[in-house]
């Protein structure tokens, strides 16, 4: 059997506890292994996603991403946790690029703050009605706020604007009702938020399916992307600035620093902390 190494790192870290953020693996070298075995290790970790480094002849280096059940073009924590263990490795420095599914991505780091430059968004309306939006999140219909969209920067996902903190924090998603509210590749999910009346902070929550269960996510980059698409298309005013705070429902407090500067470029930060190091043993 061969030794593979692996590396555990929590992504988007509140100030600097080391048990805070949302946790990642990432395997050092998978030149060896076909997307089923790297499924199956990625079931067998458990963990929202876990990351595979590969060589590659356009970036720095290839990465591919797999939750327990599917391969995922792009996502944002896999992303900068994974450019954390490729500088650790000496496949570059401070600034990075990978080569993804969904494309090319930047990524630059300040210390142990990494941050990418998430693709051009794209935006569409939301057919169900905010009824029905509010019955799926467990809501009633006065807490949807303007206006839900469907935001893709890498991966599309929808995102709801809440009327309140309170709100935020009342979401309970009903499975049935998350069924029928179907991104692009048939998953139902949502990040909700609501966003302060200064618009410096955001308190945030991700909600995916895994199985016929809704889970809930401590850090979700990519949807924070989408949230400065969501920005883009609400035409607010540029620069943004945001910090965010999520993770604190499920016991993982977790910051996100989002940036949409006025040339409407997205850019997602966060701190990044290795935990520790590991070998899998298999052919």
Request: a negative charge; glycine letters at 10%; hydrophobic letters at 45%.
């Amino acid at each position: 059997m061969a030794a593979h190494a692996f590396r555990i790192v929590n992504v988007f870290t509140r100030h600097g506890g080391a048990l805070t953020g949302n946790p990642l693996c990432v395997f050092e070298n998978a030149a060896a292994w076909d997307a089923e075995v790297m499924q199956a290790l990625a079931r067998q970790f458990n963990l929202s996603e876990t990351t595979f480094i590969l060589p590659s002849t356009q970036a720095d280096a290839r990465v591919r991403i797999f939750t327990p059940s599917y391969e995922m073009p792009f996502a944002g924590h896999p992303t900068l946790g994974t450019a954390h263990v490729c500088r650790a490795l000496g496949l570059g420095g401070d600034a990075l690029r990978l080569e993804m599914q969904a494309g090319l991505i930047a990524v630059r780091a300040q210390g142990d703050r990494w941050t990418l430059t998430a693709p051009a968004p794209t935006w569409r309306e939301v057919d169900e009605s905010r009824g029905v939006l509010a019955e799926a999140l467990g809501l009633e219909e006065r807490d949807i706020g303007e206006r839900p969209l469907w935001i893709k920067a890498g991966k599309e996902q929808l995102v709801v604007p809440l009327t309140s903190v309170e709100a935020v924090r009342r979401v309970s998603p009903q499975a049935e009702g998350m069924r029928k509210i179907r991104s692009e590749d048939g998953i139902g999910m949502a990040y909700v938020f609501n966003l302060n009346s200064p618009r410096t902070a955001a308190l945030a929550r991700f909600f995916f399916p895994q199985g016929t269960a809704i889970l809930e996510d401590p850090a979700t980059g990519s949807a924070t992307a989408n949230f400065g698409g969501w920005c883009l298309a609400m035409q607010l005013t540029l620069p943004v600035d945001l910090q965010i705070s999520q993770g604190e429902f499920v016991s993982r407090p977790s910051l996100l620093y989002l940036q949409v500067n006025a040339q409407r470029e997205i850019f997602v930060g966060g701190d990044v902390l290795e935990l520790g190091r590991g070998i899998v043993n298999i052919d």
